[in-house]
């Protein structure tokens, strides 16, 4: 049987992906586990052998092979919880381990575009404040999205390297993105313990790199 999945198409920053509401997933795939894998693979059009993803949301490049799931906060203090999936061109995999900066930028707006953010949160005209709780890593995102006549304004000036045409802007605050938390899960600044390592690459040779752990 052929089912309806409400989604919605977004760019943030130089990535784009696909957005869903957690509660609009079947309910097999509102768990972590193979449906929920299997469903986001079909979805970006993947594993895909020709790494074209034509039959899926997919573009056939790291930065739009994106899905990003938004549910109601699990977290005190916070909006929603957003989940992000990187999704495997060739290979039948979705990646659970970490953020993609440029999509949080878009979590906001498809928060309050979902409402799933209260609508006495949002202003008729001004800066709607998000409180966003990054469950990959487990860290505070802040996001300020510019509202116009009760909308997400989307249109705007801002320009960005890499984006052809210009949009509205949407500040982020990444609170504490090293901050080891409880359980030491974040890890340091420096996770070398050192401000520059000397970095050893076969047939280059040696140079030196800070490496920080920035979320």
Known sequence: ??????????????SKGVFFRLQDLPEPCQQPGPARDQLLLRVIGSPDPY???IDGMGGATSSTSKTVIVAPPTKPGHDVDYLFGQ???DGAFVDWS????????????????????PADRVPENGICTVRIWQANIGKTIVAHVPITNGQVQETGDFELDGVTFPAAEVQLEFLDPA????DDSG?????TGRLVD???VPGIGTFKATLINAG
């Not at 052929?2 to 130089?14: F, H």
């Not at 890890?187 to 996770?191: N, V």
């Open 198 to 200: 000397d970095l050893e």
């Open 179 to 182: 901050d080891e938390g409880d």
């Open 1 to 14: 049987a052929q089912i309806r999945i409400p989604a919605t198409y977004m760019r943030g920053g130089t």
């Open 98 to 117: 970490g953020n993609c900066g440029n999509l949080s930028a878009a979590v906001g707006p498809f928060t309050i575009a979902s409402g799933l953010m």
């Open 51 to 53: 790494g074209k993803q």
């Open 87 to 89: 999704v495997s061109i």
């Open 187 to 191: 890890g340091a600044m420096f996770p």
